[in-house]
């Protein structure tokens, strides 16, 4: 089995949220089951510019981006401790500056971004093509990658390269689509009939993901509840039609984590390790991240949140009970990066608490490490969340996590009401409805729970015990390149 894997971000060399982590993480995995894959994302400034011993192949391809004719180069690198290919396509006028989609730090996207991602999309066919290693399944990742699909059933149908290369559609996070003006079909290249409601047109723009899910093979998403929510008006994002009519070839695969990577027992960036048989670590964890924070060094219960600071993630019911929570015994750091008014917010909450709230506007994996095996719980109360990667690094940290129960959070997180802690499976604490209510209601029955330690103890120990590892997903994502390539 052959299989080009897409993704414009591949952890550890450039990420900008969970797509990264999977893009790095389940070629691998796929690898380890014999499939022969290899990985091609874009090569950003900050990749060239950083330590990672990558090698300029001789590739070299030129693509029609409009009228102009637009040429790439080729470097190669490796997955860290593997043997997985990546593949970095280089052209200096749409990577070579900083940020992947904007500017850090200013929240607004590159004006060329559709160029930028129709130059990946044909780039990377034609250096699979060059390679010569003709692709069973071409596994695409998002809009960036979502007109792929579409140019191998018109532009690239007739090469008899791709004559047997089936393609998937995996959607992260359907509310990023790729949307841009009509006349950007002009760079694509691709036939103006293809602009209709039923294939590339959305609203009177081009939508890459639409593109995607309409001609790709086959199309899964993060997480199973997901895959049955984007069918519906309320999480569709205006594709739940588009979605209905391809229900058939719809599946959600549970991502996973990687536990070379997120661990307690062997993680590098933590103070001291520990595991579910030995929870001494986490303590002194707690301590050091309440000293690094200028916290007082107190045993009521720490609240960690890592997200990106959006409306996705469900900080308006944290403002919306900001001063209420602020009247219990708890401390709070949240990390994050995001829209510059949730950071004035948080910023003005870390003035007002100081022995209370702690904050970091970065973005900074050692602290992302930290605050899992530093905090007692993880709150995400995310209005929609496709799968969700923090709720499971922080059940294998002992962080009980605390969610809305929503995609991916529902199919992970187990309340207490739903099955008594000595049973094993209870995790966390979950309520339904997106409301500010239910979540200060939930967070009083997380912090009530934590003054019963053996209770604690249990449930932290059900978490940390329970396998969420990406050999099980790369197996159902092998389960199905296998059935696709069976189907001819
Ligand atoms: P999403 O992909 O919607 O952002 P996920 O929970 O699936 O959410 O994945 C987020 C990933 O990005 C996790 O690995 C998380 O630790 C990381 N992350 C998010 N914000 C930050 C930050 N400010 N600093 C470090 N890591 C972050």
Redesign the pocket.
């Known amino acids: 089995m052959n299989v080009a894997y897409l993704s414009s971000e591949v ?1 550890p060399f450039a ?8 893009a790095g993480a389940i070629p691998r995995n796929l690898q380890k089951l014999g499939v022969k894959i290899m990985v091609l994302m874009p090569l950003y400034r900050s990749i060239k510019e950083s330590a990672c011993p990558l090698v300029k192949t001789d590739i070299r391809f030129e693509v029609r981006i409009g009228n102009k004719i637009k040429s790439g180069s080729v470097y190669k690198g490796f997955l860290p401790d593997s043997q997985v290919s990546v593949y970095f396509i280089d052209n200096e006028q749409y990577y070579g500056r900083d940020g992947l989609y904007n500017y850090p730090g200013i929240p607004k996207d590159f004006e060329d971004n559709s160029e930028r991602f129709i130059f990946f999309s044909l780039g990377v066919l034609e250096v699979v093509e060059r390679l010569r290693l003709r692709p069973d399944i071409v596994h695409c990742n998002d809009w960036q990658t979502g007109l792929v699909p579409v140019y191998l059933k018109t532009r690239y149908a007739g090469r008899s390269f791709f004559e047997n290369t089936k393609s998937v559609m995996t959607i ?2 359907l509310a990023y689509q790729g949307c841009f003006w009509h006349w950007d079909m002009k760079l694509t290249g691709l036939d103006w009939s293809l602009f209709n409601a039923k294939q590339l047109e959305f609203y009177g723009k081009l939508n890459f993901l639409k593109g995607g899910i309409v001609f790709s093979d086959l199309i899964t998403t ?1 997480s199973k509840t997901y895959a049955a929510e984007i069918q519906t008006p309320e999480y569709g994002v205006g594709l739940d039609g588009v979605l209905r009519e391809r229900a058939g070839d719809l599946y959600g695969i549970m ?1 996973g984590i990687d536990y070379a990577l997120w661990n307690p027992e062997t993680d590098k960036f933590i103070c001291a390790n520990y595991g579910s048989k030995n929870l001494r670590g986490k303590q002194l964890c707690k301590k050091a991240l309440q000293k690094k924070y200028n916290l007082p060094k107190r045993d009521c219960p720490l609240i960690g949140m ?3 600071l ?1 409306d ?2 469900g900080l308006d019911l944290v403002v919306d009970k900001f001063q209420d929570l602020m009247k219990m015994d708890i401390q709070l750091v949240l ?3 995001g829209d510059p008014w949730y950071h004035e917010v948080f910023k003005r909450y870390a003035r007002t608490y100081p022995a209370k709230v702690a904050i ?6 050692r ?2 490490h930290e605050i ?1 095996a530093g905090a007692d719980i993880f709150l ?1 109360p ?1 209005r929609y ?7 499971l ?1 922080s059940l294998k940290y002992g962080t009980v996590p605390v969610v809305r129960s929503t995609g ?1 959070l529902a199919d992970t997180i187990t309340d207490v009401r739903q099955a008594p802690v000595k049973q094993g499976r209870a995790n966390g604490f979950s309520f339904k409805n997106y409301n500010a209510d239910l979540l200060f209601a939930t967070i009083v029955r997380a912090v009530d729970l934590f003054k019963d330690k053996t209770q604690w103890k249990n449930l932290m120990i059900n978490g940390m015990s329970q396998d969420w590892s990406l050999e099980k997903s790369a197996k159902e994502y092998l389960a199905l390149y296998e059935k696709m390539v069976k189907k001819g």
Not at 16 to 22: I, K, N, R, S
Not at 360 to 365: G, I, R, V, Y
Not at 385 to 391: F, K
């Open positions: 952890a990420k900008t949220g969970g797509l990264a982590d999977m992260h996070n993060v991502n890592i997200t990106r959006t996705q993630k990390l994050g990066t970091q506007l970065s973005f900074d994996e602290s992302a899992e995400m995310s969340e496709p799968c969700g990667l923090n709720q690094y991916g």
